[in-house]
C-alpha cells in the first residue's frame, strides 16, 4: 500500500470516527445533547493539548541534539586551526632528529629535542590525533598529496614522505605529502 493510499484511508477512518462521535451526542429524537458535546469538546482540547505538548517535547529533544552536534564541530574546527598550526615544528623536531649526524646524538640538545619531539606527540594522541604511516601504500587522495613521481614497476605505490599525514579523530586533519612510483 502506498503512502497517498495510507494517507486516504486514514483520513476514511477518522471521519468515520467523527461520524460515530456526532451519532452518540444526538439524543433519541436526533437533535444534539448539549452534554455530550461539551464533554466531547473538553476531550478533543485535551488530546489537543497532550498533542502539542509531546511535539514541544520532541523539537526540545532536537534542540538538544543539534546543540550538542554544533558544538562538536566547533571543538572540531577550533582543535584543527591550533593543531594545524602546530604540526610543522613537529615536522621540524622530525627532520632533526631524521637528520643530525651520529656523533651528535649523545649531546644534551640533541636528547631534548628526542624527549620534547616525544612528549609533543604524546599531547597530541591525548587530543585524539594521529599520524599515519603512507609508505608502501597505494595513494588514497582522501589521504595524500602526491608532490612527485617516480618511474618503477609498481605504480601509485607510495615510497617516501615529505610530510606526515594526520587524522583528528576520523577525520584527515592534515594531508601527507609523498613521493610515488608511477
Excluded at 56 to 73: H, I, S, T
Excluded at 105 to 132: C, G, P, Q, R, T
Excluded at 136 to 164: C, L
Aim: no cysteine; proline share 2%; charged share 40%.
Amino acid at each position: 500500500m502506498s503512502n497517498e493510499e495510507k494517507n486516504i484511508q486514514e483520513e476514511k477512518d477518522i471521519i468515520d470516527e467523527m461520524e460515530s462521535e456526532l451519532e452518540e451526542i444526538e439524543n433519541d429524537e436526533g437533535q444534539i445533547d448539549e452534554e455530550k458535546l461539551n464533554s466531547a469538546v473538553e476531550w478533543v482540547q485535551e488530546e489537543s493539548e497532550d498533542s502539542k505538548l509531546s511535539r514541544v517535547m520532541a523539537d526540545f529533544e532536537n534542540y538538544k541534539k543539534r546543540v550538542e552536534r554544533d558544538k562538536q564541530e566547533m571543538i572540531f574546527f577550533l582543535k584543527k586551526d591550533i593543531l594545524k598550526n602546530i604540526l610543522p615544528r613537529i615536522d621540524d623536531m622530525e627532520r632533526i632528529i631524521k637528520n643530525t649526524p651520529d656523533e651528535l646524538k649523545e649531546n644534551a640538545l640533541y636528547e631534548w629535542i628526542v624527549s620534547m619531539h616525544k612528549k609533543l606527540i604524546s599531547d597530541l594522541e591525548k587530543m585524539w590525533v594521529k599520524a599515519f604511516d603512507s609508505i608502501w601504500d597505494e595513494v588514497d587522495p582522501e589521504k595524500h598529496d602526491v608532490m612527485t613521481t617516480v618511474p618503477w614497476q609498481k605504480e601509485w605505490i607510495i615510497f617516501d614522505e615529505f610530510e606526515k599525514g594526520y587524522m583528528l579523530w576520523d577525520t584527515v586533519l592534515r594531508h601527507a605529502k609523498v613521493v610515488v612510483w608511477a
